[in-house]
């Protein structure tokens, strides 16, 4: 994690100082934009839940407690605007499992037919790709973060804010979801 | 289906994102965000209507709205 900046910056910040706000932004946006991009995964929407999490932070700058870590209290925020993108996305674009019609354009890019693999392969990733679609956007974040990028589970309640138990219960509920989706669409292996 | 295999499967089907590091400077765009007039949500017209109405139907409220501003 970047280095915290230093506490006379950040009680500038809390006070509303724009240019301290600006300097917080300037050290802090390629971590955080890296950071949502590991869970919406498409550089435009990271890109706008990383402005709308420091706009959320600045509007919330005399909640934060400068004797703690402004990056990790960072990292809560953008967690928290990457999984409102998740629900607004699966509002506005997510389809059913069973829609043969549509192939839920996402925050998730497949990877799906590779050379020399035939379309099954395009197949069975966008099957899986639709599965994980499918999961509730908390699940989907703990899923992601945990199984896909390989976070360890204390990192992962951090960033949520909430106990390690309760990532727990959500990654196995996640793997249990997706196990049923991917069983009921064929795929036993 | 094993949690491994699982992992193998989400890994091979749901890509790494393209660009890892930012493109474009977002300062301009944060900055302009901040010059934005506080826009009203739904819940606060909804709020604000509803207070409206209360005050037409009872208006000895005024003071107890008053009371809590």
């Known amino acids: 994690m970047q280095d915290e900046p230093d506490r006379e910056l950040l009680r500038r910040f809390t006070h509303g100082d724009r240019?301290?706000?600006?300097?917080?932004f300037r050290q802090f946006e390629r971590e955080v934009y890296r950071w949502i991009l590991r869970i919406v995964r498409e550089p435009g929407a990271a890109e706008d839940a990383l402005i709308e999490a420091f706009w959320r932070a600045y509007r919330g700058r005399a909640r934060f407690d400068s004797s703690r870590s402004f990056g990790a209290w960072m990292r809560r925020i953008a967690t928290n605007v990457a999984i409102d993108q998740l629900k607004a996305h699966r509002r506005h674009k997510w389809s059913p499992l069973d829609d043969e019609a549509q192939i839920p354009a996402g925050s998730m890019t497949r990877r799906g037919g590779r050379a020399g693999q035939g379309p099954d392969s395009f197949e069975l990733a966008d099957q899986i790709h639709r599965a994980f679609a499918s999961l509730p956007p908390k699940l989907q974040v703990v899923a992601t973060l945990a199984l896909i990028e390989e976070l360890p589970l204390a990192e992962i309640a951090d960033a949520l804010d909430i106990p390690p138990g309760t990532v727990k219960s959500r990654l196995f509920r996640a793997t249990r979801d997706l196990r049923t989706q991917l069983t009921r669409v064929g795929l036993h292996t | 289906?094993?949690?491994?295999?699982?992992?193998?499967?989400?890994?091979?089907?749901?890509?790494?994102?393209?660009?890892?590091?930012?493109?474009?400077?977002?300062?301009?765009?944060?900055?302009?965000?901040?010059?934005?007039?506080?826009?009203?949500?739904?819940?606060d017209l909804g709020l604000a209507a509803a207070a409206a109405v209360a005050l037409a139907v009872f208006p000895e409220w005024l003071w107890l709205l008053a009371y809590h501003l």
């Open chain 2, 1 to 43: 289906m094993t949690d491994e295999r699982l992992k193998e499967l989400l890994r091979g089907a749901i890509s790494p994102p393209d660009a890892e590091e930012l493109r474009r400077d977002l300062w301009p765009q944060m900055a302009a965000r901040l010059e934005e007039r506080p826009r009203w949500s739904y819940i």
């Open chain 1, 19 to 24: 240019d301290a706000f600006e300097a917080l």
